[in-house]
Nanobody, 122 residues
Framework: QAQLVESGGGLVQVGGSLRLSCSAS????????VGWFRQAPGRAREFVAA????????YYGDSVKGRFTISRDNDNNTGSLQMNSLTPGDTAVYFC???????????????WGPGPQVTVSS
């Protein structure tokens, strides 16, 4: 069974940057997409970004386009999310997840990490 662990969350000031990493272990076979989602208190889980591990196609949510960059390292079963120009609106718990196919929908993702907190202070 595949498992995911994220790292890199924390506290950052407005305009700062953070890099989140997601490491897969176990048997992450059959999952072709790594996605990142976030959830702030009282809000629905929001799509942030995704990358197809085969072709490298990337997808971004409108609120992070131009500021966040998703990448993958297939050899090491890891994915990363580089977050720049952070604002208080980016404060949330961030989750990485695995899906068999490209999707923006959380329901399509079958394996989830526990999620680090990212807090952007003004």
């Amino acid at each position: 069974q595949a498992q995911l662990v994220e790292s890199g969350g924390g506290l950052v000031q407005v305009g700062g940057s953070l890099r989140l990493s997601c490491s897969a272990s176990g048997r992450p076979f059959g999952y072709n997409v790594v996605g990142w989602f976030r959830q702030a208190p009282g809000r629905a889980r929001e799509f942030v970004a995704a990358i197809n591990l085969r072709g490298g196609t990337t997808y971004y949510g409108d609120s992070v386009k131009g500021r966040f960059t998703i990448s993958r390292d297939n050899d090491n079963n890891t994915g990363s999310l580089q977050m720049n120009s952070l604002t208080p609106g980016d404060t949330a718990v961030y989750f990485c997840a695995l899906s068999p196919a490209d999707s923006y929908r959380p329901a399509e993702y079958r394996v989830w990490g526990p999620g680090p907190q990212v807090t952007v202070s003004s």
